[in-house]
């Protein structure tokens, strides 16, 4: 997909754990976002970096929390899970250098978590 | 609010029958409109961009139209492999906004 590698593909956990979802590009993109895909919403921003350290609220984003200590990796938490966060996360990428321009964001292959 | 709808949800076609989804949007300040396809279990491809109204792109078998208020993406004599959901997303500010997706499915 491009350069960009989510982790685990799939995860099953129970209600109260915290749980931690990676995304991992090699473009060297600055921009990098957090959606939840669910039937009948679409896709959601959750939370978004753009550059090291920068980050801010999406749509949806109570309950989660993020983190961008380099630029390759922007991981997700679940602080306690619950079922409604029952979904699939997709991680997306993008550069302002050439952003929108004909490439759109790049999106990762998706995460499906599942909290029983 | 920032708003995109799409319509129908859901689209049976047989091949070689040609249609066209729907993309309306609300939005302040519209930057660019995008259209993606996305198959079972992979993350959404880029298909188009779109900047401005009576901007048209196409690519193989498709066509995206923008107006002031909408969008169309046109499938001309669509075949099985055309079977996806196709997003459409408007960017406004520095994020996208999705619309739930037309389910498509193109029978032999």
């Known amino acids: 997909d491009a350069g960009i590698t989510q982790s685990p593909r799939h995860k099953v956990t129970e209600t109260g754990t915290p749980v931690t979802l990676r995304c991992h590009q090699t473009?060297?993109?600055?921009?990098m976002y957090w959606y939840r895909q669910d039937p009948g919403h679409g896709l959601r921003l959750i939370h978004y970096?753009?550059?090291?350290?920068?980050?801010d609220k999406g749509e949806v984003s109570d309950g989660y929390s993020v983190s961008r200590s380099k630029t390759e990796d922007f991981l997700l938490t679940l602080e306690s899970a619950t079922s409604s966060q029952t979904s699939v996360y997709f991680c997306?990428?993008?550069?302002?250098?050439?952003?929108?321009?004909?490439?759109?964001?790049?999106f990762g292959s998706g995460t499906r978590l599942t909290v029983v | 609010e920032d708003q995109v709808t799409q319509s129908p949800e859901a689209l049976r076609l047989q091949e070689g029958e040609s249609s066209s989804l729907n993309c309306s949007y609300t939005v302040s300040g519209l930057r660019g409109l995008f259209w993606y396809r996305q198959d079972p279990g992979k993350g959404p491809e880029f298909l188009f961009t779109l900047y401005s109204a009576g901007e048209e792109k196409e690519k193989e078998r498709l066509k995206a139209t923008l107006t002031k208020k909408e969008s169309f993406l046109h499938i001309t004599a669509p075949k099985p492999e055309d079977s996806a959901t196709y997003l459409c997303a408007v960017q406004t500010g520095g994020k996208l906004i999705f619309g739930q997706g037309t389910e498509l499915s193109v029978k032999p």
């Open positions: 970096s753009y550059g090291v350290k920068d980050t």
């Open positions: 473009e060297n993109h600055r921009y």
């Open positions: 997306a990428i993008s550069d302002p250098s050439d952003r929108f321009k004909d490439h759109g964001y790049t």
